[in-house]
């Protein structure tokens, strides 16, 4: 069984700055992509940026300049850095790992995690 859990969301002021986390945990023989997704109440979930294994990223376009996804593939987590957070950021942030492959499990699997929230105020 796959798990991912994410960590590092809370309350920042404007301008601040948060780090996420997402680890996923359980038998894996690779994850082909890795991401960040968000919701914000009333809203649909929206892809945040994406990751590749190779390194290959891409960004909202509400995010670039601000944000930096990376992963280290060797521990299967992915970590989105947040900079220069605005209030329109506030949503529940979830990770998803895509294109999973499990030993003696024909096939690729998705996987999401539980959501960690992030509130942009003062």
């Known amino acids: 069984q796959v798990q991912l859990v994410e960590s590092g969301g809370g309350l920042v002021q404007p301008g601040g700055s948060l780090r996420l986390s997402c680890a996923a945990s359980?038998?894996?023989?690779?994850?082909?992509?890795m991401a960040w997704y968000r919701q914000a109440p009333g809203k649909e979930r929206e892809l945040v940026a994406r990751?590749?294994?190779?390194?290959?990223?891409s960004y909202a376009d509400s995010v670039k300049g601000r944000f930096t996804i990376s992963r280290d593939n060797a521990k299967n987590t992915v970590y989105l850095q947040m900079n220069s957070l605005k209030p329109e950021d506030t949503a529940a942030y979830f990770c998803?790992?895509?294109?999973?492959?499990?030993?003696?499990?024909?096939?690729?699997?998705?996987?999401w995690g539980q959501g960690t929230q992030v509130t942009v105020s003062s």
């Open positions: 359980g038998s894996i023989f690779s994850i082909s992509i």
């Open positions: 990751i590749t294994s190779d390194g290959s990223t």
């Open positions: 998803n790992a895509d294109g999973v492959v499990v030993p003696s499990t024909p096939g690729r699997y998705r996987y």
